[in-house]
């Protein structure tokens, strides 16, 4: 979930280009040079900061005085990538190795892509959290499609052949591209180990993991486990590959003064265009639906005045209380106002950067069953069945 350490911050901020990444038309071509998109306008909004009296409370600021992308990428500043990374990134067929310790069970495989299946833009439904345990990675990506949906399709480059074009930003927050295709890594079934679709297809969603597993693979800017390293990977180091903008903060479980400040931290950070994700520090049951601990979720607008917060699991269910899964509200909890659940839950607030300082304001609108997005009642059993164990 969060992160808990502060980093040291500098009050000098770097400078940073002020061209956004877009994708190029022209078809991918593998060389040597550094991967590079073409400049299109600059936001022209600006998030802005939360009341001082929260920020006051919030802790874990990944700020840096070394790059805009924030603390995490420090590291990777002064790193000279070879021409083999290079080609790597831009060269859409190469893929991340299937770690040592799978490849018995593990392989690559052509599947079917649909990026957008139900509105023509990324909506969070889209997909879910399959096998891969990279939720952080998955839950910031969910907060993109449901704070800046536009954003989000505008840096994915569809090339109509089974390749795809993500303009993304280097650890020095220079634009760059990486591409990827639709070979995606399967169990021996055939089912897709990482972010899945409806009837096992890939999504908007799909790709994106792809793109951030070969960046991290090039720059290794997160060090866990899985393919490219990258379960386990923090929203915060994930979040500037896409908006070149690295500040963050954390809000610790128990650092705010009352459950009202969470729902102000949540209002306030979410029209300002920030992205938010958060987890549980022990299990709760809501309505007969339970949270998970050691797992992270994407933060929404709660649907009344009633409700404290809304989070929603990238698995696209809640685990019920008296067993199975409920998958009739996308895996969202609705979280009542009460001192025990607030005790309970951290966040993480991450700056949006050049996706824009205006943001969601309105609840999160659930499909239903996820049969908008094509899911149907044995793609949710399989997922239900899949992340048995996990809670």
């Known amino acids: 979930t969060t992160t808990t350490k502060d980093p040291v911050v500098s009050t000098k901020d770097p400078v940073v280009t002020t061209k956004d990444p877009v994708v190029s038309t022209k078809d991918p071509v593998v060389t040597p040079k550094d991967p590079v998109v073409d400049p299109v306008k600059p936001a022209v909004t600006v998030s802005a900061a939360l ?15 070394k790059t805009k992308m924030g603390t995490w990428f420090d590291k990777a500043v002064n790193v000279t990538i070879s021409d083999a990374d290079k080609k790597f990134l831009a060269d859409a067929t190469q893929n991340v190795p299937v ?19 139900s509105a023509g833009l990324p909506h969070p439904a889209d997909g879910a959290q399959a096998s891969l345990g990279d939720c952080n990675m998955l839950a910031f990506l969910n907060s993109f499609a449901y ?62 993991e792809k793109a951030i597993m070969k960046y991290n693979q090039v720059y290794k800017i997160w060090d866990g486990d899985g393919p490219a390293k990258v379960e386990g990977f923090g929203s915060e180091a994930g979040a500037p590959m896409l908006t070149g903008e690295g500040d963050s903060y954390s809000f610790d479980r128990g650092a ?50 009633s409700t404290m917060i809304a989070m929603r699991n990238p698995w696209g269910f809640s685990p019920k209380s008296d067993g199975g899964g409920d998958s009739s509200h996308d895996g969202i909890l609705d979280i009542a106002f009460n001192d025990a659940w607030f005790k309970t839950i951290d966040l993480r607030v991450m700056e949006p950067g050049i996706a824009g300082g205006s943001g969601n304001t309105g609840p999160y609108q659930p499909r239903t069953s996820f049969q ?17 164990g996990q809670y």
């Open 147 to 208: 704070q800046h949906p536009s954003f989000l399709k505008s840096i994915i480059k569809d090339r109509g052949n089974g390749t795809y074009d993500i303009a993304m930003f280097d650890p020095k927050a220079q634009a760059i591209t990486v591409s990827v295709d639709s070979n995606f890594i399967a169990d021996k079934s055939g089912n897709l180990i990482v972010a899945r679709g409806a009837n096992n297809t890939a999504v908007w969603l799909t790709v994106m």
């Open 256 to 305: 705010l003064a009352k459950s009202s400040d969470l729902t102000r931290v949540v209002k306030e950070a979410l029209k300002a265009g920030k992205l938010i994700t958060g987890g549980f520090g022990q299990e709760m049951t809501m309505n007969g639906l339970k949270s998970v601990t050691g797992h992270a979720y994407t933060v929404m607008v709660p649907p009344n005045d």
């Open 51 to 65: 009341s001082a009296d929260l920020m006051a409370k919030s802790s874990g600021r990944t700020k840096s005085s």
């Open 372 to 388: 908008a997005s094509g899911f149907t009642a044995d793609d949710m059993e399989f997922l239900i069945e899949m992340h048995k």
């Open 99 to 117: 770690p040592d310790n799978k490849k018995s069970e593990w392989s690559y495989k052509k599947f079917t892509a649909k990026l957008y299946p």
